[in-house]
């Protein structure tokens, strides 16, 4: 069946430092991408979202990249501070009749000081 | 503040006891969503409500209920608790549909014994 999957499961890096997380897709017709980060105890927060018309997009400390040719997704933080810390997971949305918004299942980020 | 409020948070419950959980939206949003969350498997959607009294099954709906008689409300019904649906709980809104981003609340764990 169609999947979301993210390349690692954690990723730790030095607070100041960037972190890139990535998520790889199967559905060849989505056309909507999407990041959240989930902090413990709480619910997912959006963080920035991408359509499949877009190679990049940039928001406050944060890119997508959206790489059509090989399904790849990525989400790149700048300057990685401890409140980063989180679960962060990709989504993407298969367009057609029937929408579909397919979630991975995560990457724990952990901001070493 | 804009918000998603679901209640309650936490409940352990006997299989076979009907119980609902409650979800408030405070954004007058359209699109509204029960989503589960189980570990490695990433969110799956139980059911949605594109606007008032048009509600729809997702990905997980067995043993499900739903309703959405007013457009800030949208509870989850289960009418007849199992084991199986031993999981965390999220409600979700969005202005109109899946290609935006969601609002998520914090979630209700259920246990059932």
């Known amino acids: 069946g169609e999947s979301v999957g993210l390349h690692l499961p954690t990723l730790s890096v030095q607070e100041g430092d960037n972190s890139i997380i990535n998520c790889a897709y199967s559905n060849s017709a989505s056309d909507y991408f999407i990041w959240y980060k989930q902090e413990s105890g709480k619910g997912p927060q959006f963080i920035i979202d991408i359509r499949s018309n877009m190679d990049k997009r940039q928001g406050q400390r944060v890119t997508v990249l959206l790489n059509k040719t090989v399904k790849h997704l990525s989400l790149q933080i700048a300057a990685t501070q401890p409140g980063d810390s989180a679960v962060y997971f990709c989504a993407d949305l298969r367009r057609g009749s029937a929408r579909q918004l397919t979630f991975g299942s995560g990457t724990q980020l952990t901001v070493l000081p | ?113």
């Not at chain 2, 006997?14 to 990433?42: A, F």
């Not at chain 2, 509600?55 to 959405?68: A, F, H, L």
Request: contains cysteine; positive net charge.
């Open chain 2, 1 to 113: 503040e804009a918000q998603v409020t679901q209640n309650p948070r936490y409940l352990i419950t006997v299989t076979g006891k009907k119980l609902t959980v409650t979800c408030s939206q405070n954004m007058n949003h359209e699109y509204m969503s029960w989503y589960r969350q189980d570990p490695g498997l990433g969110l799956r959607q139980i059911y949605y409500s594109m606007n008032v009294e048009v509600t729809d099954k997702g990905d997980v709906p067995e043993g499900y209920k739903v309703s959405r008689k007013e457009k800030r409300n949208f509870p989850l019904i289960l009418e007849s608790p199992s084991p199986n649906q031993t999981s965390l709980y999220f409600c979700a809104s969005s202005f109109k549909g899946l290609d935006q981003p969601q609002h998520f609340g914090d979630g209700t764990r259920l246990s059932i014994l």
